[in-house]
T-cell receptor
Framework: AQSVSQHNHHVILSEAASLELGCNYS??????LFWYVQYPGQHLQLLLK??????LVKGIKGFEAEFIKSKFSFNLRKPSVQWSDTAEYFCAVNEGLTGGGNKLTFGTGTQLKVEL | NAGVTQTPKFQVLKTGQSMTLQCAQDMNHEYMSWYRQDPGMGLRLIHY???????DQGEVPNGYNVSRSTTEDFPLRLLSAAPSQTSVYFC?????????????FGEGSWLTVV
């Protein structure tokens, strides 16, 4: 079975600091990779996704992620965080093509707090 | 376009009571699923469906039933609620063909079992 690891459970940053959240997955085949964000009291919103092509993926709100197949990693980055980025961030993966359906396996999440 | 709609948003149940969480999507998505979110555990898949009349179990199906009589609706039933089912529940939907489909989530249903 797939597993997804997010090693940073809580991250506290000052505004304008750079962000990198780690995500590693265990599945050895073709995968689709996602980062979702959940603002307090709200539902999950897709930040970005990777399923093929350029391993550097750009998403909404200035976020980007890099797929490194050899490291089974899909780390999320943002050069300069804002107070409004305070949220919980989830990495998720599902198996590529249509064989695995769209069943997502989620990491445990990283709670990001950005201080003014 | 409403997307994925869940009701109710908040519910308190007594142990042993039954209830149904409703989920509807208006995007004609084949795939629908239910997740539960618990602190420190991320989201875990309860049940999913790849089309009307087809359902299957996810990672944590015990204590929950589902059915899919139409493309639009995918209700989740708790037959005899237990405190361990206190959680936030999210319904999700997506197209099923093609890789990397975006999966859309509802706004969540907060359930407390006392």
């Amino acid at each position: 079975a797939q597993s997804v690891s997010q090693h940073n459970h809580h991250v506290i940053l000052s505004e304008a600091a750079s962000l990198e959240l780690g995500c590693n997955y265990s599945y050895g085949g073709t995968v689709n990779l996602f980062w979702y964000v959940q603002y307090p009291g709200q539902h999950l919103q897709l930040l970005l996704k990777y399923f093929s092509g350029d391993p550097l993926v750009k998403g909404i709100k200035g976020f980007e992620a890099e797929f490194i197949k050899s490291k089974f990693s899909f780390n999320l980055r943002k050069p300069s965080v804002q107070w409004s980025d305070t949220a919980e961030y989830f990495c998720a993966v599902n198996e590529g093509l249509t064989g695995g359906g769209n069943k997502l396996t989620f990491g445990t999440g990283t709670q990001l707090k950005v201080e003014l | 376009n409403a997307g994925v709609t869940q009701t109710p948003k908040f519910q308190v149940l007594k142990t042993g009571q039954s209830m149904t969480l409703q989920c509807a999507q208006d995007m004609n998505h084949e795939y629908m699923s239910w997740y539960r979110q618990d602190p420190g555990m991320g989201l875990r898949l309860i049940h999913y469906s790849v089309g009307a009349g087809i359902t299957d179990q996810g990672e944590v199906p015990n204590g929950y039933n589902v059915s899919r009589s139409t493309t639009e609706d995918f209700p989740l039933r708790l037959l005899s609620a237990a405190p361990s089912q206190t959680s936030v529940y999210f319904c999700a939907s997506s197209r099923i063909q093609g890789a990397g489909n975006t999966i859309y989530f509802g706004e969540g249903s907060w359930l407390t079992v006392v």
